[in-house]
């Protein structure tokens, strides 16, 4: 036997593995069982995802060379969203003017808007039932009184409508100007918004183009009321607290230690005494809830919802920061500002949209409180006649039960039960496009697009699931924003409303699609074979919302057709 042949305790020493440190983690200890330990994560990207590497292999495809497909690729944050909010205002601006009279309640809000313009106020019409543009364009014929008139509603959304119709005057495409435009923005927004929250561009663009292709959105896009600019603003302030929520916890992230290794870990100080800094996206926040609420009282609910939001996102990320007690952090170190930066902003706001009715003297009940003593008399009498003023309309609007032929209960908005006809005439044969032998048909109906709406039902459920049992908080976000716009109608079922009120959370529910269809796309590292199935699934859900789009395109436009068509689009008897 020669030294270099081993004994039978040498063997066994060279298959032995090495002794394992007194030191060594459990982690490492296990690793010889099988367990595979997670990632080491930095607990900055914990806080502030990053947004992943546009993905340039289409570009490269093309023939592109890789710097200009990295260029091409990463423009795409932006022309993506833009091409998007071009189609949707194509598609809203097309014939705006038509047809040429007034619809459903733009009798109301779009005089009263021209009156707002004319006055500062809102006066008196002597025929709200007139709807001819052309009568209401002679001051001859319809005189607008100086009389202040009662109105249900606060004046924002009429200042916005009264800007189209400064511009292009009392026209139909005058008064329905600012809200095409505001529906063509909120197009762009939740693009942007999309983006954002998913961390994808794709995801984001799919959001957008969903909302252009949603019935009641298209609808209400082209009509002037004052829904549509209660949504704009309540949507331009979520997306302002999601960029507040970004800088703010990219603040928190700056300030952790960071290890030899280059990570950053939890610290209880950071996470307990750490300051967020100067929040300007919170207050213009607080400044569009304020907006919303000024355009129809339903805003309100955004404000309250919105700041819970904001507050539960300032507890996670202290959470994740290291703070022992996220909650007493919250309280002692973001509470106060946040309410301070949101509420008192918001009631400014809300006042200021009154400037008109403050500045002139005949406005309705502006003068109401002049001379009266009280409690209450240290309160300046404009701001007590205000108070006088909106109380009235408070006690007008939870005590409306009028019967209404298309009122509807908000039980059956998620499935489009009832939607309402804002317009309706039977052209007869030869007249106005009508090339049967039988009477023809043209309506506009407020009617979501209906796969899209039911579709969202099934979204809605995921995103509880991925809420209650995973804890992701976009599912929660999104959840939050539908909630703020629907669920307060549940107190008032009794109530004269109708289902176009839902168009304040219709961009919440294609982001609610946006995010199921994600999960049909699969998660990252899926197998080919798994995402050509998800691919395939997702594509044709979503040809099939385009063609439930273009299907009922007629009836959101008030196309001229033949009756028997329009027959074929009642799906359900509830749409009579």
């Given at each position: 036997m020669t030294s270099d042949t081993p004994t039978r305790a040498g063997a066994d020493e060279a298959v032995r593995p090495a002794a394992e440190p007194e030191t060594a983690s459990w982690a490492q200890r296990l690793r010889r069982f099988g367990y595979t330990p997670a990632p080491r994560t930095d607990t900055r990207e914990r806080l502030v995802p990053p947004f992943p590497q546009p993905s340039t292999r289409i570009w490269e495809f093309l023939g592109l060379g890789p710097r200009l497909a990295r260029r091409l690729a990463g423009s795409m944050a932006w022309v993506g969203p833009l091409l998007v909010a071009a189609v949707a205002g194509a598609l809203r601006f097309w014939r705006l003017g038509q047809p040429h009279a007034l619809v459903f309640d733009e009798t109301y809000y779009a005089k009263d808007a021209w009156s707002l313009l004319k006055l500062g106020y809102e006066g008196t019409w002597p025929d709200r039932k007139i709807a001819d543009p052309k009568i209401l364009a002679d001051p001859q014929v319809i005189p607008l009184s100086d009389t202040g008139s009662f109105v249900a509603h606060p004046p924002m959304g009429k200042w916005v409508i009264a800007f189209g119709e400064n511009l292009f005057g009392l026209d139909p495409f005058g008064w329905r100007f600012m809200t095409a435009l505001l529906g063509t923005l909120s197009v762009l927004m939740l693009c942007r918004i999309g983006r954002r929250l998913f961390r994808s561009t794709l995801l984001g663009c799919l959001a957008g183009a969903l909302l252009a292709v949603d019935g009641l959105h298209f609808v209400m896009s082209r009509t002037a009321l004052l829904d549509l600019v209660v949504m704009f603003f309540a949507l331009a302030a979520f997306g302002c607290l999601l960029v507040d929520r970004d800088r703010a916890r990219a603040r928190l992230a700056a300030a952790l230690p960071v290890g030899p290794d280059g990570f950053a870990r939890p610290d209880h100080h950071t996470g307990e005494h750490a300051g967020t800094g100067w929040r300007p996206w919170r207050l213009a926040a607080g400044v569009f809830l304020g907006l919303a609420a000024a355009s129809k009282w339903n805003g309100l609910y955004f404000l309250v919802f919105f700041t819970a939001l904001t507050l539960l996102w300032d507890v996670g990320a202290r959470r994740i920061a290291g703070a022992y007690s996220p909650y007493r952090a919250v309280l002692r170190k973001d509470l106060g500002w946040s309410v301070v930066s949101m509420v008192p902003v918001a009631v400014l706001t809300y006042l200021a949209t009154w400037t008109g009715w403050f500045m002139t003297d005949d406005g309705y009940a502006r003068h109401w409180a002049d001379g009266r003593g009280g409690t209450w008399s240290w309160i300046p009498a404009p701001l007590r006649s205000l108070w006088h003023y909106e109380h009235a309309v408070y006690e007008f609007n939870i005590n409306l039960h009028a019967w209404h032929r298309y009122k509807s209960n908000p039980w059956s908005w998620l499935v489009q039960g009832r939607p309402v006809s804002f317009f309706y005439e039977s052209p007869k044969p030869g007249q106005e496009g009508c090339h049967t032998s039988v009477d023809c048909s043209q309506e506009i109906l407020g009617l979501g697009t209906p796969l899209l709406w039911w579709t969202a039902c099934f979204a809605l459920a995921y995103l509880l699931y991925r809420w209650a049992m995973r804890r992701d908080w976009r599912s929660g976000a999104v959840l939050c924003a539908v909630a703020a716009g629907y669920l307060p109608w549940f107190n008032y079922q009794d109530r004269t409303i109708f289902s176009f009120y839902a168009v304040a959370?219709?961009?919440?529910?294609?982001?609610?699609?946006?995010?199921?269809?994600?999960?049909?796309?699969?998660?990252?590292?899926?197998?080919?074979?798994?995402?050509?199935?998800?691919?395939?699934?997702?594509?044709?859900?979503?040809?099939?919302?385009?063609?439930?789009?273009?299907?009922?395109?007629p009836l959101y436009t008030g196309q001229t057709i033949p009756y028997s068509d329009w027959h074929a689009r009642m799906w359900l008897d509830t749409w009579i």
């Open positions: 959370f219709v961009p919440y529910l294609c982001l609610a699609v946006a995010l199921l269809i994600g999960a049909l796309l699969g998660p990252p590292g899926a197998s080919e074979r798994r995402r050509l199935v998800g691919a395939t699934g997702a594509g044709v859900l979503v040809l099939l919302i385009v063609w439930n789009f273009i299907y009922f395109f």
